[in-house]
């Protein structure tokens, strides 16, 4: 295994595409996921976020590009490589027959650095009984334990697909409060995808947005939130219906009233627009949920 350095990212993505048949699903994706960061992937339902991970994971194989992860090709990852990894797929697939000790158990015996004490906390603060048997369990229940068994060994990189989608809010609060303790830890990195902007702000550090099968945005998450603003304008004479601004998401037009969505507000574009336009300015400060649907003019 070709071991990163401390410094280099664990995940870079050059030019992913994933096509099946005639549906291109990933049509060049960029990403470079820095160690010891909390990424959330945010993108709609069917954005191919699901897709974008299996491929890091050498689930799917990519119709063209490059990825790495902790420093290896994807489809030909190490022992040692996969020993570091967690991960929850969107659907969890367990055997059912096993009660929850023994599935834990099973899945102990694959990982000398497994920690016990930790999956035995993680049942009982979830309320999961290890002698239940697995089949019966609510999809929640199963989504819980499956959250056990990729956090037992405690990986260097934890990957989860849509972690807390079978989740009631209360045990998704339970769960991102476990996630906040486990990633204090400045060596262990987290990329997980959803479209709950509301849990991806408990957590993240960073957030990149897929859409139509690309990432239109990867830094900081305080940086998004304080780059991307709402303006609304009132000038002195009606507006032209051809009235813009640089960098516009999205724009609302009436007479002399204006309201635009603006992905990079600069420190002069607030002035620039008074003075072209002789009108007042006033700037809103947006939520992440916000920001996402101006982001695909969904708002």
């Not at 050059?14 to 049509?27: E, I």
Request: with cysteine; aromatic share 6%.
């Amino acid at each position: 295994m070709n071991e990163p350095s401390n410094d280099a990212p664990l995940i870079q993505v050059s030019g992913l595409m994933k096509n099946f048949g005639t549906a291109h699903v990933l049509r060049g994706v960029d990403l470079t996921i820095p160690r010891g960061s909390v990424t959330g992937l945010l993108g709609k339902n069917g954005s191919g976020k699901s897709t974008l991970l299996k491929c890091l994971l050498g689930l799917l194989k990519p119709s063209s590009g490059s990825a790495t992860i902790l420093g290896e090709e994807p489809w030909h990852l190490s022992a040692e490589a996969k020993a570091q990894l967690g991960y929850v797929a969107q659907e969890v697939s367990l055997y059912s027959w096993m009660r929850v000790r023994q599935i834990i158990e099973y899945t102990a015996a694959f990982y000398p650095t497994w920690n016990h004490d930790l999956s035995l906390e993680l049942a009982r603060r979830w309320e999961l009984p290890t002698e239940d048997r697995v089949g019966p369990m609510s999809q929640g229940q199963q989504q819980k334990l499956a959250l056990i068994l990729a956090l037992g060994h405690e990986p260097d990189l934890l990957i989860l697909d849509e972690p807390v989608a079978s989740l009631d809010p209360s045990a998704r609060r339970e769960f991102l409060s476990t996630l906040l303790e486990i990633t204090r830890d400045e060596n262990r990195t987290v990329l997980f995808s959803t479209h709950i902007t509301t849990d991806l702000e408990r957590v993240a550090d960073h957030v990149a947005v897929l859409k139509e099968g690309k990432i239109v945005y990867h830094d900081e998450l305080d940086d998004l939130k304080d780059s991307v603003k709402r303006l609304r304008l009132t000038s002195e004479t009606d507006l032209p219906a051809s009235f813009g601004v640089a960098n516009s998401l999205r724009a609302e037009i009436s007479g002399k009233h204006a309201m635009v969505a603006v992905a990079e507000v600069g420190p002069t574009l607030v002035e620039e627009i008074e003075s072209r336009w002789q009108a007042s300015v006033s700037v809103e400060d947006l939520s992440l949920e916000e920001i996402f649907l101006e982001m695909h003019g969904d708002a």
